[in-house]
Every structure is written in structure tokens, then in C-alpha cells.
């Protein structure tokens, strides 16, 4: 059947009031440009007809209620739907969880319906259009937070999706799915940023014939695609970080097939900073150090410092570039083997920001 819509994505807002910001040398995040920069987004999306907007995760800096309170006002303003998950900043001790979904029961969350410790939901967005959001914050048994899915929402997962009951289920989930850059699920620097037991989800996924995940937590730009279980993991950076990106996305199924037309813009500019993006990438460059040496000193490469000292000028930028999607590095002047594992971190196919996927 025919079918087109269009809708929004931003990811990793971090909302944080003045009064609840930390402040710390090292923070990546530019979480006091949070408000203005949610604020011209919304700015931008007012000039789109939008189905709805979709935010992935780490709505809140710390999950602060005063932070929660002044988005869900905000979000209640919107002319269109907006659907909304919890990111692990957002619930970072059990006892929050059921201080979530009060805030939200307006977008995604049921009021009256959803259980205490059950930050996952379904509901229609549109006619034969279905919104799965899924929670993968849970807590090790030592109260360190972990991506994860326990067995009772995989199982609720199951039995909604063998309804068959929508032409279309869209999914989203706060932890990636699948990798996003290279060696990730065998790094701990990236390993923590996905679900640590994606196999009997991916495998719902296939079973229902879901194409389309929309993750974040990773703050970087990035579409991964299984070829063993056919979806698309589709990430979104952060508005607190660089490129402080969001996408629009459009939605169509016709006689020719089936497709999404995915566009992704950057928030240039806000009052307190004219040029963002410069001011951004300098900031995220000024604190890449730390980072670089840990990857340069640490399996697989387990560089000398000295010898990674000489190193980090050029890898200045990695991660911004990293962030901004479809990388392409060069690193001639390295090491062999230190060339070879930065340069493995060029993008792969398909590309990250601008792209059609074919989805049938």
C-alpha cells in the first residue's frame, strides 16, 4: 500500500538549566549551549510539515526532574507528535526509572498503562505506522550502568512485533544495535556505548521484517547496515557535541518500492556562539588529547607514550571527524601498524548524513 510521511531526529540533547550544569576541564559536552541549540532546531523543523519528531535517548544532562520538567513543557508545545526514550544519563540510578515516565506520558509513555521499571512502549504514530521504544539501561551487579535488554522486554518485544498487525514498525533504542565504527564491540572505549547482548533482538528484528533502528548514546553520525539479519541501524549525534547534527527523514512506499530519503543538517549558529561549528571543533580538539593517548597506548596498539606523544598532533580531530560521518582517513607519516588501525576507522558503506536506502 501507498504510504509517505515525514519525520525528525535529534539525539542526545542533554538539557541542562544553568543552575544544573557540572562543571568540569574535561567535559566533551557543551551543555550549556543545550537550550539554545535544541531551541534553533525547533526553529528550523517549524518550517517542515513534520509527522512527528523523534528523540533518541539522553534527553537530560544527569536527569535532573527541574531538566525533565522544562523539555516535556517545551515538547507539549510543538504542533506536531514528538516520541521520546530514556538514555542512560536519564535514569543513572534504579530508583529514577520510575521517575521517568511522568514527564513523558505524552510522548511514547502511556499514563495509568506503564509499569514502574518499564521504560519501553509501542503506539501508533501514524495510520499502519508503529513506534517501538525500547530501554537498554540496566545496572551490573555491581550498580555500573551497562547496555542491555533483559529477557521479559525481549519477550514483550516478540509478541507485539508477531501481531503482525502495523505495515510498518520502526524501532528505537538509546544503545547501538550493531557496530558504528571499527573494532568496536572488542574496544572498551566503544564497547560500552552498545547493547551488550544484541543477538535474540537482532534476531525479532529479522523475524518481523524490521528494516529501520534509530539509536544514539554514540554521538556520532553513522548508518551501519546486517547483512545477516537485513536493518539498518541508523545513529545520530549529540546537539551538546560536534557537529551537533539532526536529521529529517522521509518516508515513502509506492510502486516502485520501498525507501527512506535521509537529510542531515548541523546547527551553525546560536546567540551565544555565531560560528558553532569552529567554536565546537576546537573545544572537542582542545580535549581529543586524553582520548588519543588511551587509544594509542592501549590494546591493540599498546604504543610507548613517548612514542604516542609524537603522534597525537595529527590525531587532533579524529574524533570530530569521527562524529561528523563519513570519514575518510590518511595517516601516512605513522607506523605501520599505528596507520593501519586509524585508517580502518574510514567510513564504510553506506554513507552517514545524506543518503536514499532501499529498503525493499
Same mark, same amino acid.
Given at each position: ?58 534527553? &537530560? ?39 521517568? &515516565? ?8 502511556? $499514563? ?37 535488554? $533483559? ?63 534509530? &539509536? ?16 539498518? $541501524? ?40 555565531? $560560528? ?20 594509542? &597506548? ?63
Amino acid at each position: 500500500m501507498a504510504l509517505q510521511f515525514k519525520f525528525a531526529i535529534a539525539s542526545d540533547l542533554h538539557i541542562a538549566l544553568p543552575r544544573t550544569i557540572w562543571h568540569h576541564p574535561a567535559r566533551f559536552h557543551l551543555v550549556e549551549y543545550s537550550i539554545p541549540t535544541f531551541e534553533e532546531v525547533l526553529s528550523q523543523l517549524a518550517t517542515l510539515d513534520l509527522d512527528f519528531l523523534l528523540l533518541s535517548g539522553d534527553l &537530560t544532562q544527569h536527569g535532573e526532574p527541574e531538566n525533565h520538567q522544562w523539555l516535556s513543557q517545551r515538547l507539549a508545545q510543538l504542533p506536531y507528535p514528538v516520541y521520546v526514550i530514556a538514555g542512560n544519563h536519564d535514569v543513572p540510578r534504579v530508583e529514577t526509572f520510575d521517575q521517568f &515516565t511522568p514527564h513523558y506520558t505524552q510522548f511514547g509513555f502511556k $499514563d495509568g498503562i506503564q509499569e514502574p521499571l518499564k521504560l519501553y512502549y509501542e503506539c501508533e504514530v501514524l495510520p499502519n505506522v508503529r513506534l517501538i521504544g525500547l530501554n537498554s539501561n540496566q545496572f551490573d551487579q555491581d550498580d555500573q550502568q551497562i547496555g542491555w535488554m $533483559d529477557e521479559e522486554q525481549l519477550d514483550w518485544l516478540e509478541s507485539v512485533l508477531s501481531r503482525q498487525d502495523y505495515a510498518l514498525n520502526l524501532v528505537t533504542i538509546h544503545h547501538n544495535v550493531l557496530e558504528h565504527m571499527h573494532d568496536q564491540s572488542r574496544n572498551a572505549l566503544g564497547r560500552r556505548y552498545m547493547l551488550g547482548n544484541p543477538e535474540r533482538l537482532c534476531e525479532i528484528l529479522q523475524q518481523a521484517n524490521v528494516k529501520l533502528v534509530f &539509536t544514539g548514546h554514540l554521538h556520532v553520525q553513522d548508518i551501519a547496515y546486517s547483512d545477516r539479519y537485513d536493518f539498518y $541501524d541508523i545513529t545520530t549525534g549529540s546537539l551538546v557535541s560536534y557537529p551537533h547534527p539532526y536529521r529529517v527523514l522521509n518516508y515513502i512506499s509506492d510502486h516502485s518500492g520501498e525507501r527512506l530519503e535521509i537529510e542531515s543538517f548541523r546547527v551553525k549558529s546560536i546567540p551565544e556562539q555565531a $560560528d558553532l561549528q569552529h567554536f565546537s571543533r576546537e573545544w572537542m580538539g582542545d580535549r581529543s588529547h586524553p582520548f588519543v593517548i588511551k587509544l594509542l &597506548t592501549h590494546p591493540p596498539l599498546n604504543l610507548s607514550e613517548e612514542v604516542a606523544e609524537t603522534l597525537t598532533p595529527e590525531l587532533r580531530y579524529f574524533w570530530a571527524y569521527i562524529a561528523d560521518g563519513d570519514a575518510q582517513f590518511e595517516f601516512p607519516n605513522f607506523p605501520p601498524v599505528a596507520r593501519k588501525y586509524f585508517e580502518a576507522f574510514s567510513d564504510i558503506p553506506p554513507k552517514d548524513n545524506n543518503i536514499t536506502l532501499v529498503l525493499k
